[in-house]
């Protein structure tokens, strides 16, 4: 597995801002995604992280929405723009490693609040 | 359609006790990947097992069994003898063959294990 480390790990926000998301991996990893985990409900895909190149981004979302960068193989951000208390969530980094049978670990989360 | 259903929002039993949850997929492809992973109180998921459709050996691990039948479409899980540390939302997933990082989740099931 890897150790994923995400910051912050809280936080609460007003409504417009924007807050960046860090995801830090301790090993090279061939792929990062992001998720989101509305309360009481199950993660959706956001987006994959391309190392070099723009994410790719599920149906329903959008860069200008949810930048995400990934400079190199450890590590990726995402951006929540323009937030309203509807964006108030769990969001998570995932990784997948070479080798490891595209299973998916994660890491601890960072959640969000929107006033 | 739900490519990932888990029927059980929420079990409730006392410590010793089995449980069993439940999770049904849905998919076209022939070649794909069933997943479960467990989030505690604290956030975090922890990955729990990967299982191909090719393998359809159930498979134990310490208080873990997992039930995989391709007929019925299931990959039910099994825990025994329950622990207290046993509380938390259990998640089933999918992914199919022709993008296998993208994963579907189900809508979890949360496990109360009372002392």
């Known amino acids: 597995s890897a150790v994923i480390s995400q910051k912050p790990s809280r936080d609460i926000c007003q409504r417009g801002t924007s807050l960046t998301i860090q995801c830090q991996v301790d090993?090279?990893?061939?792929?990062m995604f992001w998720y989101r985990q509305q309360p009481g409900q199950s993660l959706t895909l956001i987006a994959t992280?391309?190392?070099?190149?723009?994410?790719?981004?599920e149906s329903g979302f959008v860069i200008d929405k949810f930048p995400i960068s990934r400079p190199n193989l450890t590590f990726s951000t995402l951006t929540v723009s323009n937030m309203s208390p509807e964006d108030s969530s769990i969001y998570l980094c995932?990784?997948?490693?070479?080798?490891?049978?595209?299973?998916?670990?994660f890491g601890p989360g960072t959640r969000l609040t929107v006033l | 359609a739900q490519k990932v259903t888990q029927a059980q929002t929420e079990i409730s039993v006392v410590e010793k006790e089995d449980v069993t949850l439940d999770c049904v997929y849905e998919t076209r492809d022939t070649t794909y990947y069933l997943f479960w992973y467990k989030q505690p109180p604290s956030g975090e998921l922890v990955f729990l097992i990967r299982?191909?459709?090719?393998?359809?050996q159930n498979e134990i691990s310490g208080r873990y069994s997992w039930n995989f039948q391709k007929s019925t479409s299931s990959f039910n899980f099994t825990i025994t003898a329950s622990q207290v540390v046993d509380s938390a939302v259990y998640f089933c997933a999918l992914s199919e063959q022709y993008n296998f990082n993208k994963f579907y989740f189900g809508s979890g099931t949360k496990l109360n294990v009372k002392p």
């Open positions: 299982r191909n459709s090719f393998d359809e």
């Open positions: 090993s090279q990893v061939t792929m």
């Open positions: 995932s990784v997948a490693l070479a080798g490891t049978r595209n299973e998916q670990f």
């Open positions: 992280a391309n190392q070099g190149s723009e994410a790719t981004y």
